[in-house]
């Protein structure tokens, strides 16, 4: 599954809830929720579930008789957990890869199922600024046999992602790099 987290944590069950978790903290998944996308039994997924939130991982807020769970982006290691979620992901790759090789990137968006911290196997990027797409399809091919995962990428000018807002706000996603900052957030 997730090299780099197998040898640290011995639960794949606990894996899959950090990486759906901590991919973007700002989504929030109930028991049930989790117990039917990661196919596990809702007793196993509560007690992951507390012990996750015991160690100070997971906060949890109650709506009406609903627990919502979601990263603890207090944590003293948030940000290391965060990082190697994003790198077991291939995150690290992919914005590595397009920043040093695509023209003038604006700004990297992760939308849609991976924005929810959900690994389906298929990766959507929103890519901002002027892009060359002769380098962008061959970076893709590339990256794709090099993290095991399909990437899907729509590529916009300013003008064009401006436009597109209406319809993103409504869709999860997370920066994944901006130009203004001249640092991938990991």
Same mark, same amino acid.
């Given at each position: 599954?997730?090299? #780099?987290?197998?040898?640290?944590?011995?639960? +794949?069950?606990?894996?899959? @809830?950090?990486?759906?978790?901590?991919?973007?903290?700002?989504? +929030?998944? &109930?028991?049930? /929720?989790?117990?039917?996308?990661?196919? #596990?039994?809702?007793?196993?997924?509560?007690? /992951?579930?507390?012990?996750?939130?015991?160690?100070?991982?997971?906060?949890?807020?109650?709506?009406?008789?609903?627990?919502?769970?979601?990263?603890?982006?207090?944590?003293?290691?948030?940000? /290391?957990?965060?990082?190697?979620?994003?790198?077991?992901?291939?995150?690290?790759?992919?914005?590595?890869? @397009?920043?040093?090789?695509?023209?003038?990137?604006?700004?990297?968006?992760? @939308?849609?199922?991976?924005?929810?911290?959900?690994?389906?196997?298929?990766?959507?990027? #929103?890519?901002?600024?002027?892009?060359?797409?002769?380098?962008?399809?061959?970076?893709?091919?590339?990256? /794709?046999? &090099?993290?095991?995962?399909?990437?899907?990428?729509?590529?916009?000018?300013?003008?064009?992602?401006?436009?597109?807002?209406?319809?993103?706000?409504?869709?999860?996603? #997370?920066?994944?790099?901006?130009?203004?900052?001249?640092?991938?957030?990991?």
């Amino acid at each position: 599954m997730t090299p #780099v987290l197998d040898g640290l944590i011995t639960s +794949k069950t606990r894996i899959r @809830i950090l990486m759906r978790l901590f991919l973007n903290p700002t989504q +929030k998944a &109930y028991l049930r /929720e989790l117990s039917n996308e990661l196919s #596990v039994s809702s007793g196993l997924m509560s007690e /992951e579930l507390k012990h996750l939130s015991n160690a100070g991982l997971l906060s949890k807020d109650r709506e009406g008789r609903q627990i919502n769970y979601q990263a603890n982006t207090a944590h003293p290691l948030f940000p /290391e957990l965060q990082s190697m979620v994003r790198k077991a992901l291939g995150m690290d790759r992919i914005i590595d890869s @397009i920043v040093e090789r695509l023209g003038d990137l604006k700004q990297a968006w992760l @939308i849609d199922d991976y924005a929810e911290g959900k690994d389906t196997g298929l990766i959507d990027l #929103v890519l901002v600024g002027d892009i060359d797409q002769t380098h962008l399809a061959d970076l893709t091919k590339k990256t /794709e046999r &090099y993290i095991d995962r399909k990437i899907r990428s729509l590529a916009v000018s300013e003008e064009e992602f401006s436009a597109l807002q209406p319809t993103l706000a409504t869709r999860s996603k #997370v920066l994944l790099w901006s130009s203004n900052t001249n640092a991938v957030e990991r």
